[in-house]
């Protein structure tokens, strides 16, 4: 009698792969939550604590890589009192982060960003070519829109949750690759869908604060300026065309300024 224990063995593997997905489906399910400043239901997996930490434990090494932080502590001023007037006027003063506003040296690259928890930074490059407060407001506004909207929280979660059911596939049936290929396009349709609810809540927090939320709009042609000609195509980029960002802040400016 001859065991067919190739047979066998892929049974087994294919229990175990489908036992980790499983788990990584309940999981992932065991960890929606209704968030209380958006009203959005998102898959959560850190704590407000938790990402207070880890945006502090960052914060030093992200403004390392963009050359530390402008050396005038006058800009860096009017940096954190633009940010704190945006906090403490709207639903982000009731989030209990930790907001710190930093205005980095670097003088190439046009951006801004936040990590968990609160820690916000604009680089010199972009904060020289905004042309007034009303401006300033508006990309912080944006990045604290991030914060608020727990959309590193909410990455975090998803790349766990990719991971195990990576794990699953590769166990079961060697489609690991598959499987991390659906979870990066996932994760980057995500992308779009963050920025424009955080240009969404930029706007009310903008409104809350007594600055133009109008003003906003000049920010995203500031970044369409600075894209180019050649910009990426809105399909293969993880954030929206600035004109997609325009007409969906316009109907945000039109809802919450009735």
Excluded at 48 to 74: F, K, R, V
Aim: charged share 25%.
């Amino acid at each position: 009698m001859i065991l067919n224990r190739g047979g066998s063995k892929f049974k087994i593997r294919l229990l175990i792969g489908i036992a980790i997905v499983a788990f990584a489906y309940l999981k992932k399910c065991s960890q929606s939550e209704v968030n209380p400043y958006t009203g959005k239901s998102q898959s959560i997996s850190l704590s407000p604590q938790q990402e207070i930490a880890i945006g502090l434990q960052q914060a030093p090494i992200m403004a390392q890589q963009h050359g530390g932080l402008y050396p005038n502590q006058q800009l860096q001023d009017f940096v954190d009192k633009v940010g704190k007037k945006l906090v403490d006027n709207s639903i982000a003063k009731k989030s209990n982060y930790k907001y710190e506003f930093h205005l980095l040296k670097d003088e190439r690259t046009i951006n801004a960003f936040a990590l968990p928890g609160g820690q916000i930074f604009i680089t010199y490059a972009l904060f020289s070519k905004l042309k007034n407060e009303d401006q300033l407001a508006g990309v912080l506004g944006h990045e604290i829109g991030h914060v608020l909207g727990k959309h590193s929280n909410e990455r975090i979660t998803d790349a766990n949750f990719w991971k195990l059911l990576t794990m699953g596939a590769s166990v079961g049936a060697d489609l690991g690759d598959l499987a991390n290929g659906i979870g990066q396009k996932t994760l980057l349709k995500n992308g779009r869908g963050d920025e424009l609810e955080s240009d969404e809540i930029g706007v009310k927090l903008m409104i809350d604060a007594s600055y133009n939320p109008e003003h906003l709009i000049g920010v995203m042609e500031i970044l369409k300026a600075a894209a180019g000609p050649n910009r990426i195509p809105e399909f293969q980029s993880s954030h929206p065309d600035p004109e997609n960002r325009i007409e969906k802040i316009k109907e945000a400016i039109r809802r919450y300024q009735k």
